[in-house]
């Protein structure tokens, strides 16, 4: 019998991962990270949540815990998500709660408390390599896979991690849950970043944390087409927010410049890039080189690229990437590495 603690988050996911746990025979406890103190409304971090979590480990019969974990969410997630839009970055919230809270703060507290295993709900695969190594792989929901937010585990944390509904799909999962009476059964999905809300939003959010500067949109022979409220808020690739004058094609942010407060605008064409460099690069066993396919945000389709020292070079040509966006490196459904785009 193997001691697991599954991490349950309220939602239906988790609640099926503790039910085949538990069903695996193996000795389950669950766990909810209160992560969040302030306003949420995204099925994710709220008080209801606990409550979600709790009362599913009440109806399969396992023990429940709260864990607060909120000074380190805001030192590794929130404060480096501001920065990030400071620095006219663009963060991704999501991964670093996964490589600093979940596999790292929750998963080092699991082995102090005894347990062998971490259990989650991630919507991904854990496939053992003939060399006895581990890697992430696609789940069989393709529309809810979630191997791109997972790419930064290492051996030692996917030797620890159990993911029992990445052969599931998500009607599958509902099923299940609705079979064993979980009220969770239809609780809908959670959204990305769990303490922006719905009502008030990012620019709220980040408003009331760093000033937001007004900017200028200008196209690429610097004239000046538009105006931004916030050069914070602009992101490569963004089109809508920018009140650009006249032009009959759609116009795209292809650079925003933190400094002068401008972000510059062109057409699909001007988006183009040859190649994308990277930085921190990780590796979930060993290092490669050559072609392979990366994808560039969480539901996005995986391109090929040569992986040289630094950079990708795209077999065809690819839409800027933002800065501070992962790039997660793929051979065929499983994953090998990442990095995050300069």
Not at 82 to 109: M, Q, W, Y
Not at 212 to 228: A, C, I, Q
Request: proline share 3%; net charge negative.
């Amino acid at each position: 019998m193997t001691k697991v603690m599954v991490a349950m988050s309220g939602g239906v996911d988790s609640s099926v991962a503790a039910a085949l746990a538990r069903e695996n025979g193996d000795e389950v406890v669950g766990v909810t990270l209160k992560l969040w103190g302030g306003d949420s409304d995204s099925g994710c971090c709220s008080v209801s949540d606990v409550d979600d979590a709790r009362r599913a480990a009440d109806a399969l019969g396992i023990e429940h815990h709260v864990f607060n974990l909120g000074e380190d969410f805001d030192e590794y997630v929130v404060a480096p998500y501001v920065k990030a839009h400071s620095d006219g970055l663009t963060p991704n919230p999501c991964i670093e709660c996964n490589r600093h809270i979940k596999f790292d703060r929750l998963l080092n507290r699991a082995k102090a408390l005894g347990f062998e295993k971490i259990v989650t709900g991630h919507h991904a695969r854990i496939v053992k390599q003939e060399d006895e190594t581990f890697r992430i792989a696609r789940a069989a929901d393709e529309a809810k896979d979630q191997s791109y937010v997972l790419y930064m585990l290492n051996q030692e944390q996917l030797s620890s991690l159990q993911l029992p509904i990445g052969e599931m799909t998500k009607d599958q999962v509902r099923e299940k849950a609705n079979n064993l009476g979980l009220r969770v059964a239809m609780k809908p999905d959670s959204q990305d970043v769990c303490f922006i809300t719905r009502e008030k939003g990012r620019a709220d959010f980040l408003r009331q944390r760093i000033p937001l500067t007004p900017g200028r949109v200008v196209d690429e022979s610097g004239s000046e087409v538009g105006k931004v409220e916030a050069i914070e808020l602009v992101t490569i690739g963004q089109r809508r927010g920018m009140r650009l004058a006249g032009g009959k094609e759609p116009r795209y942010a292809n650079n925003v410049d933190i400094e002068s407060a401008t972000v510059t605008v062109g057409d699909t064409n001007q988006l183009l890039v040859k190649q994308t460099e990277f930085r921190d690069v990780l590796w979930s066993s060993k290092n490669t080189k050559g072609e392979l396919l990366v994808q560039t945000s969480a539901h996005g389709k995986p391109k090929l690229a040569n992986l040289e020292d630094g950079f990708l070079v795209w077999k065809e040509a690819h839409s800027k990437v933002a800065s501070g966006q992962s790039l997660v490196f793929y051979q065929k459904d499983q994953v090998i590495g990442g990095a995050i785009a300069i």
